[in-house]
């Protein structure tokens, strides 16, 4: 009681207790992937000029079916065309090969592109979008007509099937997407499997708690 008779407490402000309920807790942080489409489009649009000038090239320049040596016996240009595959399989499927190449260019443009958060993998496919539509140009606009083009290949090595630029690429990516996802385990956006398990990182999926 004061001097006053007031009491010292009234007046004073009131402590209050914290309210109970979830507390909030502070929001995920925000993961940025690297813009790897313009890489992805030098690289494609490389190997796709490339294909496209050495075949000019070689139409113009060499006869059909004469060996010209470049290295020893190791490397020769003979030009020829090819109606089929490797090793001039399916030759009456030509068709087939041109449909089959737009799906897989577009499946990569669409859905695999987007997805880009590797350099590796960004390699990988754009070597592959360019060898896919440097021969599917073939099939479109080479005789005998749309879709039964025959593939320009000129390029030989000892006890293999003649092929070009765009088969080189295609080859290569497929060396590198095995690599990169059996042998070094990583994903298109750049993500290792145990990547969500690990303290620290984010969730592929909005929808699940982050680990502790």
């Known amino acids: 009681m004061g001097a006053d008779g007031a009491d010292p407490a009234e ?3 009131a402590l209050t207790e914290p309210a109970s309920g979830p507390v909030s807790k502070p929001p995920r942080p925000v993961e940025h992937r690297p813009r790897l489409w313009p890489l992805f489009g030098a690289i494609a649009l490389v190997g796709l000029a490339l294909d496209a000038v050495t075949k000019v090239a070689v ?7 004469v060996g010209v040596p470049v290295i ?6 003979r030009l020829i065309r090819n109606p089929g595959a490797a090793f001039s399989q399916g030759e009456g499927f030509a068709w087939v090969f041109a449909v089959a190449a737009v799906l897989v260019l577009a499946y990569v443009l669409v859905r695999l592109v987007p997805r880009l958060g590797h350099v590796g993998w960004t390699v990988a496919l754009a070597l592959l979008a360019a060898g896919v539509a440097g021969n599917l140009g073939d099939r479109l606009f080479r005789a005998p007509g749309p879709f039964r083009g025959h593939v320009v290949d000129f390029l ?8 070009n630029v765009a088969d080189m690429c295609i080859t290569t990516a497929a060396v590198m997407i095995v690599v990169l996802s059996l042998l070094k385990n990583v994903g298109i956006d750049g993500r290792h499997p145990g990547d969500e398990e690990r303290p620290g990182t984010v969730p592929s999926d909005p929808a699940r708690p982050a680990s502790t």
Request: proline share 17%; charged share 10%; aromatic share 16%.
């Open 11 to 13: 007046g004073a402000p």
């Open 59 to 65: 139409v113009t320049y060499l006869e059909p079916d």
């Open 156 to 163: 030989q090595l000892p006890h293999w099937p003649i092929f």
């Open 72 to 77: 020893g016996r190791l490397l020769t240009f």
